[in-house]
């Protein structure tokens, strides 16, 4: 076989994970940067699920040895998912989604982003997005900032980010892969927010140390964490699943792959939100509109107000929500300068997956019903 029919059918073999490589100009570009014709053809058939190394070694004719010794880079450039439970090791083959992350946890000065960022770039603008364009349930869901929510208010576990954390024996922050892959494209300027706020747990978190492509922290630098990261405007966006999520989060407006379709797309929605949103104390509140200028939505504008104490509103203006735009996550509560807007329950409470395999059973009905789902369509 020649190099295009080997890659050809690699990109056949990926496509049959829960996630298709899309179609685009820019997928065998994509794929021809992330992996040599050699590793394709390896990889091609190589399982998906986590399967014991004695088992790979016998499918692929190897000893043991030897197939270690031939992962080992793979898994540093985490094309291959190594499980570090105790144990047989086992290997799995990385999907098309987990392995564009693998590529850009890493600092934004690393030799092998160069020749990816191009390629990438424009695979999510043209096949990624599209593809997204008609998921309802989307990957990652709003958590809310647990200092913005209204005192006393009892809060469901998925939404609670103490318990969310409670779940975890193990933590790591790997650099946000959306801001990396934006850092190194000259296109882009640099963003002055923090860049290692991208955390993960248990399992994930054992496969990125031992990829070199995050470091191991504590349950309280976790936290101070996520206190930097709401203080910046970042969103905290975790699994969308009820059951062990293994990510969260904390997204840019200007760089996420979810906020970017919906701002420059015409998505229908970015995450999925919480059972949340801000209300206002008009009476407090000072008009100063910070609010409207941290919501990575636009989901707040300044209005009039006909209010007596002009002395501490000068302008008479305040705050209203378009509450279908707003996706509940109290970036715009946790800075406000007189503590006029709080979160609170919306009425209807939406519950997310219970698990990974709920999630991507919803997520491939959508995808094989083929419908986008755009804002400009909905009028």
């Known amino acids: 076989m020649n190099e295009k029919q080997i890659y050809n059918l690699f990109i056949d073999w990926l496509s049959q994970s829960w996630i298709k490589v899309a179609k685009s100009s820019y997928r065998m570009p994509m794929i021809k940067a992330r992996y040599t014709v050699e590793e394709a053809e390896f990889l091609t058939g190589f399982p998906f699920r986590k399967t014991k190394v004695e088992e790979l070694a016998a499918m692929k004719e190897m000893s043991v040895e030897e197939l270690e010794e031939k992962l080992a880079p793979m898994v540093t450039r985490g094309l291959v998912w190594k499980d570090y439970k105790k144990g047989p090791a086992r290997y799995g083959l990385n999907d098309v989604f987990m392995q564009a992350r693998t590529a850009f946890w890493r600092e934004p000065t690393d030799d092998l982003l160069k020749n990816l960022v191009p390629a990438y770039t424009g695979y999510h603008s043209t096949g990624f997005n599209h593809m997204q364009s008609m998921t309802e349930t989307k990957g990652l869901r709003t958590l809310p900032i647990q200092a913005t929510i209204e005192v006393d208010k009892k809060i469901r576990p998925y939404e609670d980010v103490v318990k969310v954390l409670d779940n975890f024996e193990f933590y790591t922050v790997s650099n946000c892969p959306c801001r990396v892959r934006r850092e190194v494209d000259p296109m882009f300027e640099t963003s002055k927010k923090p860049l ?64 970017e ?26 008009g100063c509109g910070l609010c409207v200028k941290r919501c990575p939505l636009d989901a707040l504008t300044m209005v009039d107000y006909n209010t007596a104490d002009r002395e501490l509103n000068k302008k008479g203006r305040v705050p209203q929500l378009a509450a279908n735009t707003c996706i509940g996550c109290g970036v715009c509560v946790v800075k406000c300068p007189t503590q006029s807007l709080v979160l609170k329950e919306k009425a209807e409470v939406v519950d997310p997956p219970e698990n990974t395999m709920e999630w991507t059973m919803r997520y491939m009905a959508d995808v094989q019903a083929g419908v986008p789902k755009l804002r400009k369509t909905d009028s």
């Not at 206190?227 to 997204?251: F, Q, R, Y």
């Not at 015409?266 to 209300?279: A, G, I, R, V």
């Open 196 to 259: 290692e706020v991208c955390l993960h747990f248990d399992d994930l978190g054992r496969y990125i140390i031992e990829a070199g492509i995050g470091r191991e922290i504590t349950r309280e630098e976790t936290e101070a964490i996520l206190k930097k990261s709401a203080d910046a405007g970042l969103v905290h966006a975790v699994s969308n699943w009820k059951e062990k999520p293994d990510t969260i989060c904390n997204c840019d407006k200007e760089y996420c792959m979810f906020f």
């Open 261 to 286: 379709p919906y701002h420059i797309q015409d998505h229908h929605k970015s995450l999925d939100s919480s059972n949340f949103e801000p209300t206002t104390e008009s009476e407090t509140c000072k």
